[in-house]
């Protein structure tokens, strides 16, 4: 099965700023990739997938990155809103097997 | 816009199964791949298993033995059953939506298991 890593676990960070985090995958996963952003209480929203194609409706701001094993989420500028915890998700092989996802990076204010 | 409401017992006891429905409205539930995904509480999302409306399944290995999802296409609705439960089971339960990737999220559901 395809685990994945993410880095940092927890980032603190002032609006304005621009982040990088880091999902990693145990072996090869092309772009079968999706990043995810959940806030407390509320259901995660996707926000980008097949690596690097934005969602309809996010903001320009948050860009994605990568291919193979390793991949990154960037925010350009972090607004109010973005303070939350992103995930990473896998889908290599689906739907001939499962999903993975990271255990996240929580963004909070500095 | 598709949109996903959960639905069932928010308290099971321990040993017994777990039931939740997800209905489905705004669109057929012919057209994805429907998942169940669960957070417990203070931790990460994990994703427990989908289906299609052809009947086909794949679960989490890690649940596959506990695990049952199914699908009432008349309904528009999909189920999951997972039986023997601990308090670990305890979580918030998502069920979600989309071609491969999750578009469409339920608003989840919280599962104590206590007796």
Request: charged share 15%.
């Amino acid at each position: 099965d395809v685990q994945l890593t993410q880095s940092p676990s927890f980032l603190s960070a002032s609006v304005g700023d621009g982040v990088t985090f880091t999902c990693r995958a145990s072996q090869d996963i092309s772009r079968y990739l999706a990043w995810y952003q959940q806030k407390p209480g509320k259901a995660p929203k996707l926000l980008i997938y097949g690596a690097s194609t934005l969602q309809s409706g996010v903001p320009a701001r948050f860009s994605g990155s990568g291919s193979g094993t390793e991949f990154t989420l960037t925010i350009s500028s972090l607004q109010p809103e973005d303070f939350a915890t992103y995930y990473c998700q896998q889908l290599n092989s689906y739907p001939r097997a499962g999903f993975t996802f990271g255990p996240g990076t929580t963004v909070d204010i500095k | 816009q598709v949109q996903l409401q959960e639905s069932g017992p928010g308290l099971v006891k321990p040993s017994e199964t777990l039931s939740l429905t997800c209905t489905v409205s705004g669109g057929s539930i012919k057209n994805y791949y429907w998942s169940w995904i669960r957070q417990p509480p203070g931790k990460g999302l994990e994703w427990i298993g989908y289906c299609y409306y052809t009947g086909y399944t794949y679960y989490d290995p890690s649940l596959k033995s506990r695990v049952t999802i199914s699908m009432d296409t008349s309904k528009n609705q999909f189920s999951l059953k997972l039986s023997s439960v601990t308090a670990a089971d305890t979580a918030v339960y998502f069920c979600g939506g989309g071609n491969g990737y999750i578009d469409y999220w339920g608003r989840g559901t919280q599962v104590t298991v206590s007796s």
